[in-house]
């Protein structure tokens, strides 16, 4: 028979390890939404300075086409690996709450002064968030916020573009951008939810349950 000592040893080690990796995705999250928006921040105002120069002239659209779209591959970047980030978060909670689980049944009667739940099924892991696990719950992410931003930068790309590559006018340089950056923003969508669904699939506990 395994010693209970031991094994409780070792998962207060894991749960241990398991918050400290949780943490630190939070922290990574955090610090490279903030990058992003700091680059764009800063491209911006270069912009700015340069129209004031060129007074929108060539010179203006050859740096927008040059920084714009550069912006923009940063934000794809940081946008993979913030859902890559969102994954990793779930999962260690998914394990925190196994452990948990543990605690609660060799608790007995004290497991009440446990106030999170135990369960490492999805709707476990986010109610300890204080969530609720519905589809709309995917548009209120950090990666989907920098992917509204990444699309309108994408947008801005996409419209200056035409407008000088067409001659168009405001209204049809305005549109051509704004159809760029809904059809980015369907497409991030559309990733996020299908790569947050293969990656927190619920997994299977021992492989003696395949049958």
């Known amino acids: 028979m395994p010693d209970e000592a031991q094994i409780l040893t070792a ?6 390890g398991l918050a ?3 943490s630190q995705a939070a922290a990574e999250s955090s610090s490279r939404s903030a990058l992003y928006l700091g680059v764009v921040s800063a491209t911006l105002v270069g912009l700015g300075l340069t129209a004031q120069v060129s007074n929108g002239g060539r010179i203006f659209d050859v740096f927008a086409l040059v920084a714009l779209p550069t912006v923009f591959t940063v934000g794809v970047f940081t946008f993979v690996r913030l859902i890559e980030l969102g994954i990793e978060d779930f999962l260690l909670g998914r394990a925190i709450n196994r452990v948990r689980h543990y605690y609660l049944e060799r608790a007995g009667d004290s497991a009440r002064y446990f106030m999170l739940s135990g369960n490492d099924d999805a709707t476990g892991v986010m109610s300890n968030m204080g969530l609720t696990p519905r589809p709309f719950q995917l548009y209120f992410t950090a990666a989907i916020s920098i992917g509204v931003v990444n699309a309108v930068v994408g947008g801005a790309v996409a419209a200056i573009a035409v407008g000088i590559a067409f001659d168009a006018t405001l209204g049809v340089a305005v549109a051509s951008g704004a159809a760029v950056a ?4 369907m497409v991030a969508v559309r990733y996020q939810y299908t790569r947050r ?8 506990l ?3 349950e395949v049958a």
């Open 11 to 16: 998962l207060t080690t894991e749960h241990f």
């Open 20 to 22: 400290g990796a949780r």
């Open 182 to 185: 809904i059809i980015a923003l």
């Open 197 to 204: 669904e293969s990656g927190t699939r619920h997994p299977i």
């Open 206 to 208: 021992f492989p003696s």
